[in-house]
């Protein structure tokens, strides 16, 4: 009898242990590779979706390798927020909507302009959130980069994924942009992106997504945009910096020419010092460096023009660090750096009875000495210049 008694909990406990019960058959969902959002001109919300064909996104080399736009379609409606124009939009798919695989959120000027809140409010809160896809926002629509069929790449989506994931602009994740807008002494930023055409004067030719520099927020609301330039220094000054290329051009006294490194290692620490009442940071950098090119008439054997070199190089970093920091102080009045976290994080007491309140005014006066230290440890078989005579 106590054996049949546990042979019935053990069948019960199966039972209750069933994953079948809510499963999501493939064949009854439309899986989102992007969601692109745009505010119009009349107050509406527009959602743009990427979803892709099933059928199309074989491996390469089958019939997924002729992709293009073949391989998704894109899906739009408005409504009065997010949640109507995606409940419109369900109401005439045939397949029930699926986020999870979204692996970008592409959000267009006007609507960031307007606030961000509600839109990321909307996907945080869903079952099927994704909240590590990638946040960019463009200027104009955001539609518009979901359409051109990329060169290389399935479809758009992947394309961006993949820029994004070379490291030339900022990576950061609808919850790492959550997370900047809910912590204290930090204002959100993001990447920008556009669509470029792969060829210089040829409008048509190769267009595909590409970041192209950054988006600056005051709390949720997009106050201003960062070029490419001004990119490179953001990243160093947030100590993200992860590849990057260095080229300087050597005076036409010492011989003219340019030398070129790539980074290997690179690390930034900012750190808050307050003295009487008054607070400055110091950033320090440390980084190493490859040579890759020597189009000077220097010779990189002797030490001492190795370290002439070096110290090129670290006037073009800290040259780099200085206009994105005068551009975030001056004109944008943002805080993307996170200097005011860590102040909070170092003096916390002081933070919240002095500074807190009145950061934004703050961190525009605020006194930032910035300090580099780049090495060249690596030059090759070859220390001198192909055109050097000897």
Request: proline fraction near 4%; charge should be positive; hydrophobic fraction near 40%.
């Amino acid at each position: 009898m106590r054996k049949l008694g546990i042979l019935v909990i053990c069948w019960i406990i199966l039972f209750a242990l069933t994953g079948c019960w809510s499963r999501v058959e493939i064949n009854d969902i439309a899986i989102v590779t992007a969601t692109a959002i745009d505010k119009m001109r009349d107050g509406k919300i527009r959602i743009t979706l990427q979803v892709a064909i099933p059928k199309k996104l074989g491996p390469v080399g089958t019939g997924g390798s002729d992709g293009g736009m073949e391989t998704t379609m894109l899906i739009s409606e408005t409504g009065e927020n997010v949640m109507d124009a995606s409940r419109k939009l369900q109401e005439k798919f045939p397949r029930r909507i699926f986020f999870s695989h979204s692996r970008n959120l592409i959000i267009g000027e006007r609507a960031a302009k307007e606030g961000v809140y509600p839109i990321l409010s909307f996907f945080a809160r869903g079952r099927e959130a994704r909240l590590r896809g990638f946040i960019l926002f463009s200027k104009g629509e955001a539609a518009r980069i979901l359409k051109p069929a990329p060169n290389i790449e399935r479809y758009t989506s992947e394309a961006i994924r993949e820029e994004v994931k070379t490291g030339i602009g900022l990576r950061t994740m609808q919850k790492d942009f959550i997370d900047m807008l809910t912590t204290e002494g930090i204002a959100p930023v993001a990447a920008q992106v556009a669509i470029k055409s792969a060829e210089k004067g040829k409008k048509n030719s190769g267009l595909s997504p590409a970041i192209i520099g950054t988006a600056v927020f005051r709390q949720d609301k997009l106050v201003g945009w960062m070029d490419d330039g001004d990119t490179r220094g953001v990243l160093w000054l947030r100590n993200e910096v992860e590849k990057a290329t260095i080229a300087v051009t050597v005076p036409k006294e010492k011989g003219g020419g340019k030398i070129g490194v790539q980074l290997l290692t690179g690390k930034t620490r900012v750190k808050p010092v307050l003295e009487q009442g008054k607070v400055m940071m110091k950033v320090n950098v440390r980084a190493e460096a490859e040579l890759f090119e020597n189009g000077s008439g220097l010779d990189l054997g002797d030490p001492k023009v190795l370290q002439y070199v070096q110290n090129l190089l670290e006037r073009d970093v800290k040259k780099r660090m200085r206009s994105a920091l005068y551009k975030a102080q001056k004109e944008l009045h943002a805080d993307i750096f996170g200097f005011g976290n860590s102040l909070y994080r170092t003096y916390p007491k002081v933070w919240k009875e002095q500074f807190k309140k009145q950061w934004d005014e703050e961190f525009s006066k605020l006194e930032v000495s910035i300090t580099p230290r780049i090495s060249i440890v690596r030059i090759g078989l070859s220390v001198k210049s192909p055109e050097m005579k000897d």
